[in-house]
């Protein structure tokens, strides 16, 4: 299945994490399809912490959702996340975006990402990636921003 993944730091060495990250993703299970360019963009949510980067990852995977959620958020804890503040400052977040045309609304997961049409620090590496995905809303996200500056590094 093809899936998106947001990741974002905005703490200590961002490239590594992000770099980091990516490269703890690829396993047999998970295969690299693409990967956009780092962005620069402001805080969404918490306001007073540092820039973060951005990218999104195109993945194509045999693993079920939750069990990439739960590979997702090991790799987090391997580099060093802590969750002690909603949307707060962290070496590395890897969020679940969109995972083929699955939607969920469970505790754990929900499918596609609540935020997804809002952030443009995930659109515009989204549209970097996939120029022609229609989103689960189905609109194109050609046609689609969100809030907040980005730039590209």
Not at 51 to 75: A, F, G, K, R, S
Not at 102 to 107: A, E, G, N, Q, T
């Amino acid at each position: 299945m093809k899936a998106f993944l947001g990741l974002g730091s905005n703490l200590g060495d961002r490239g590594y994490y992000l770099s980091e990250a990516v490269s703890a993703l690829k396993r047999p299970a998970i295969a690299i399809l693409s990967l956009s360019r780092i962005y620069e963009t402001e805080p969404w949510g918490v306001q007073e912490q540092p820039l973060y980067w951005n990218q999104v990852v195109e993945v194509d995977t045999t693993l079920p959702p939750l069990d990439l959620l739960h590979v997702c958020q090991e790799i987090e804890q391997r580099f060093g996340r802590v969750r002690k503040e909603h949307w707060g400052s962290r070496t590395i977040d890897i969020d679940l975006l969109i995972y083929d045309n699955v939607v969920s609304d469970s505790k754990e997961l929900t499918l596609p990402h609540p935020y997804l049409e809002f952030r443009e620090f995930v659109l515009a590496p989204l549209r970097e990636i996939a120029p022609n995905l229609v989103l689960p809303s189905g609109r194109p996200i050609s046609q689609v921003f969100g809030e907040g500056k980005v730039f590209p590094l």
